[in-house]
């Protein structure tokens, strides 16, 4: 196996891992909310964590169908209802389901890109990335949006927040952790 291909797949398998961690902290934070929680909006001119994920399903959707072969920006996207605020728990409901699909065809896309994929030509909203920067830029998208749902979320469960990290005042006891099971290996 040559270098680059050796390299490219050692991105897609950084990307995979990326979007699965992102999506797993996610996943952990909105598991913590209510359906009505979902839907507050911390402050006038914010987004609840439904709009946020209303927009990741949106993005996610027209970034990642016929990701190969069709513009980005699908023109079926409406990208501005997306950011309207949703009024009832049938619709958080849904949402949750609509997240998960979106998800699933991210990730089943990453299954199928080759090392040889990384350097075609895909656009965006008609401008031309290749395979590896527009993967990048949504990596660097869905960090931004996770750290945002991930904040409301802790600060609508307060002290009952059950932390997604090393807890505070245990980086110690963690790291020890990991020593002592890497010298058991």
């Given at each position: 196996?040559?270098?680059?291909?050796?390299?490219?797949?050692v991105l897609l398998a950084s990307f995979h891992h990326s979007f699965r961690?992102?999506?797993?902290?996610?996943?952990?934070?909105?598991?913590?909310?209510?359906?009505?929680?979902?839907?507050?909006?911390?402050?006038?001119?914010?987004?609840?964590?439904?709009?946020?994920?209303?927009?990741?399903?949106?993005?996610?959707?027209?970034?990642?169908?016929?990701?190969?072969?069709?513009?980005?920006?699908?023109?079926?996207?409406?990208?501005?209802?997306?950011?309207?605020?949703?009024?009832?728990?049938?619709?958080?409901?849904?949402?949750?389901?609509?997240?998960?699909?979106?998800?699933?065809?991210?990730?089943?896309?990453l299954e199928a890109l080759q090392p040889t994929d990384l350097l075609r030509t895909v656009t965006i909203r008609g401008e031309?990335?290749?395979?590896?920067?527009?993967?990048?830029?949504?990596?660097?998208?869905?960090?931004?949006?996770?750290?945002?749902?991930?904040?409301?979320?802790?600060?609508?469960?307060?002290?009952?927040?059950?932390?997604?990290?090393?807890?505070?005042?245990?980086?110690?006891?963690?790291?020890?952790?990991?020593?002592?099971?890497?010298?058991?290996?």
């Amino acid at each position: 196996m040559s270098d680059t291909t050796q390299l490219a797949n050692v991105l897609l398998a950084s990307f995979h891992h990326s979007f699965r961690s992102y999506k797993s902290l996610a996943d952990r934070a909105l598991a913590q909310l209510s359906l009505a929680d979902w839907l507050h909006v911390p402050a006038p001119g914010c987004n609840s964590i439904a709009v946020i994920v209303q927009h990741m399903v949106g993005n996610l959707n027209s970034r990642f169908t016929y990701f190969l072969s069709s513009d980005g920006e699908k023109p079926t996207r409406q990208r501005d209802q997306e950011f309207v605020e949703p009024t009832s728990l049938e619709t958080v409901a849904t949402l949750q389901a609509q997240w998960a699909d979106a998800w699933l065809l991210l990730f089943d896309l990453l299954e199928a890109l080759q090392p040889t994929d990384l350097l075609r030509t895909v656009t965006i909203r008609g401008e031309a990335h290749t395979v590896l920067a527009a993967v990048q830029r949504q990596v660097a998208h869905y960090a931004y949006h996770v750290g945002q749902i991930v904040g409301q979320a802790k600060a609508l469960r307060g002290e009952e927040w059950q932390t997604l990290s090393i807890p505070r005042g245990q980086s110690e006891q963690f790291t020890q952790h990991l020593q002592n099971a890497s010298n058991q290996v």
